[in-house]
């Protein structure tokens, strides 16, 4: 339904997510959506078809997904929609210093999370590799940080004392690591607390229960799917 009037168009239509019935580079957007308590459909793609049907009627600017149609545009590239619907819903700061911290925060989860994002298309040898490298990353590099700055500061969520994105976008990779590895947190306890803390958030503690659109970890169908859609016929190498 959408709402006119004289001077403005006011779109009112759920978001429109175009990608794979997996996780990928949309998962942080599903998830963002979620936590903001935003409802938002879903067009899977299955077949090469579709896939070029998005591009021959120029709905993919860098002819590549994640896709979000939302208040009238078909936006790509996956930071810049996380960005929309943070500033949009109200979990992006309350000034621009904030936003910067949150943007570093978001850059450095991210930076570990695109090593698992590739995993379920490595080889069986390849994948014994990055494993280790997510393992170390995650506990030497990653989660020390967000540890110190829970403990320095006090406070519930990272930045400014208030839910943002970087938390859930850190709550995100952090149930991405325990996947790979049940006893991660063991030796981050702020990390083990936050973790509760953003779980027990209504928003987030609904995305989390079953039957929800959040997507499971990726299957074999998941990558041969991937892999046919957009013809991806080289093999993939650990990080």
């Not at 998962?27 to 935003?38: D, K, M, T």
Request: glycine share 6%; net charge negative; with cysteine.
């Amino acid at each position: 339904m959408q709402i006119r009037s004289r001077n403005c168009e006011i779109m009112t239509e759920k978001p429109k997510l175009y990608y794979f019935d997996g996780r990928g580079k949309m998962e942080p957007i599903r998830w963002l959506l979620a936590a903001a308590g935003v409802e938002f459909e879903e067009e899977y793609l299955e077949t090469r078809e579709q896939y070029e049907k998005l591009l021959q009627d120029g709905s993919l600017l860098f002819q590549q997904v994640p896709m979000v149609e939302i208040d009238g545009m078909k936006m790509v590239q996956t930071r810049a929609i996380l960005s929309y619907i943070a500033g949009k819903h109200n979990l992006y700061g309350k000034d621009l210093k904030e936003r910067a911290i949150i943007d570093m925060y978001v850059e450095g989860t991210t930076d570990l999370m695109g090593l698992i994002l590739m995993f379920p298309f490595l080889s069986t040898e390849d994948k014994e590799k990055q494993l280790a490298t997510i393992i170390e990353k995650a506990t030497k590099r990653y989660f020390p940080v967000y540890e110190k700055v829970l403990k320095d500061h006090g406070q519930d969520f990272l930045v400014g004392n208030q839910f943002s994105w970087a938390d859930v976008h850190l709550m995100e990779a952090l149930l991405m690591v325990e996947e790979k590895s049940s006893n991660v947190l063991a030796e981050f306890p702020q990390l083990q607390a936050f973790k509760a803390r953003i779980s027990d958030i209504p928003t987030i503690k609904k995305f989390l229960e079953p039957g929800s659109q959040r997507k499971p970890v990726p299957d074999d169908k998941y990558v041969e799917t991937v892999r046919r859609v957009l013809q991806m016929y080289h093999s993939v190498k650990a990080t």
